[in-house]
């Protein structure tokens, strides 16, 4: 299924047959990706009473409660209410879902005691150009991405110079391989999230943030189509599936 577009006054064509996924799946499991130092998520049947909601235990339908927290257990899209105190829903303020999108590959850099994005990173990898999504990989790129349990583990995050970068830059949407844009420990300073919402300015409320994606290897580094379907929940965040399609020549 091969759809031509036009974006600003180019013309490009992708096929829909051929998606990417970048999303990690939910798994109600111990081997769940996991942070913030919760349980992993739960999928079980309803029980009232005697009756178990599920085929193999007689009932005509499987009909389960879902136990989990967006932001922990795997990908999802976030959006400034995610840190502020008035409530701001993603499902209200994401209203397209299409987008020009750059995939770029960084070594985050030694700082210290941790590891960092830094912009000279992501400058030069995206020199000059404007797109409205970026999707960060960061290596190694190994597939223990797919259940690390990240609590108190320090992982790589954005210096606070990056996100405001990407800001300046016009970025809308950034995606990261990552439980956080920001460091793990830092007193609730959220520095990235902070700069990348622009919350000591005019928010930028259709501006998203979404965590925890997998960019597979074979992935190269380029221009792509990015579809960001989110659940509809009316929350500060939601789970999504960011899926790409390459550009055919």
Not at 195 to 217: H, Q, S, Y
Request: hydrophobic content about 40%; aromatic content about 10%; proline content about 6%.
């Amino acid at each position: 299924m091969i759809a031509s577009i036009q974006y600003n006054s180019n013309k490009y064509k992708i096929d829909f047959s051929q998606p990417i996924d970048i999303s990690i799946p939910l798994i109600a499991s111990k081997q769940n990706v996991n942070a913030w130092y919760i349980d992993e998520p739960k999928i079980e049947p309803v029980q009232i009473e005697d009756w178990i909601a599920s085929v193999a235990e007689g009932s005509p339908v499987n009909f389960n409660n879902i136990q989990f927290n967006p932001h922990a257990h795997g990908t999802h899209t976030e959006c400034v209410g995610h840190i502020t105190k008035k409530v701001h829903s993603i499902n209200q303020n994401l209203n397209t879902f299409f987008f020009l999108a750059e995939v770029i590959t960084v070594a985050p850099e030694k700082l210290n005691d941790d590891f960092v994005i830094s912009k000279k990173q992501v400058q030069f990898a995206l020199g000059n150009k404007k797109r409205d999504a970026v999707v960060i990989r960061t290596i190694p790129n190994t597939k223990e991405k797919l259940s690390m349990q990240y609590s108190n583990t320090n992982p790589t995050y954005l210096l606070e110079e990056t996100a405001n970068y990407l800001k300046k830059k016009g970025v809308k949407h950034l995606l990261i391989d990552l439980p956080s844009v920001d460091k793990e420990k830092d007193e609730g300073k959220l520095l990235a999230h902070n700069a990348f919402w622009n919350t000591t300015g005019k928010l930028r409320l259709d501006a998203t943030i979404t965590e925890f994606i997998f960019v597979p290897n074979n992935v190269v580094d380029g221009t792509y189509f990015l579809n960001l379907q989110i659940a509809p929940f009316e929350n500060d965040a939601t789970p999504s599936k960011p899926v790409l399609y390459e550009i055919l020549d």
